[in-house]
C-alpha cells in the first residue's frame, strides 16, 4: 500500500462487515518495525484508529451502505521510500503498509 490504500465495496444493501487485515511489513520513520498505528475512514468519515502488528490479524467493524462504500487505509508517519530509510538499500518503490491478505465478512 503507498501512501493511503483504498477499498471499494459493493454490497447490494446495507450491512455491518467485519474487516481483517493480515500485516506482512510495516515501514516507518525509522525504518522497518512491527508495529503502526492505521487510520481507517469509510466514505471521508473520521478516521477510526486501530493498532497493527506485523504478524497479528487486526480486525475492524465496518458500517457501509447499499451500493458502493469507500474504504480508506493510512499508516500514520505517511510512507516511505526504503532505500532512503536504510543506508545502502536499494529499493525505491514507496511503501507503509505490505498486507498479506485482506477479508471481509459479515458479522
Known amino acids: 500500500m503507498q501512501d493511503e490504500g483504498l477499498l471499494l465495496l ?3 444493501a446495507p450491512r455491518r462487515l467485519q474487516l ?4 506482512h511489513n510495516i515501514l ?3 525504518g522497518w518495525q512491527n508495529h503502526g498505528h492505521l487510520l481507517v475512514t469509510v466514505e471521508g468519515a473520521p478516521a477510526v484508529e486501530a493498532d497493527v502488528e506485523v ?3 487486526t480486525t475492524l467493524s465496518l458500517a457501509i451502505k ?3 462504500t469507500r474504504v ?3 499508516l500514520e508517519g505517511g510512507a516511505r ?3 532512503e530509510v536504510i543506508p545502502g538499500y536499494g529499493d525505491g518503490r514507496r511503501l507503509s503498509l505490505a498486507l498479506s491478505r485482506i477479508e471481509l465478512s459479515d458479522e
Open 10 to 12: 459493493y454490497s447490494d
Open 20 to 23: 481483517a487485515l493480515h500485516p
Open 28 to 30: 516507518g520513520p525509522g
Open 55 to 57: 504478524g497479528k490479524i
Open 66 to 68: 447499499a451500493g458502493f
Open 72 to 74: 480508506g487505509l493510512r
Open 81 to 83: 521510500v526504503p532505500s
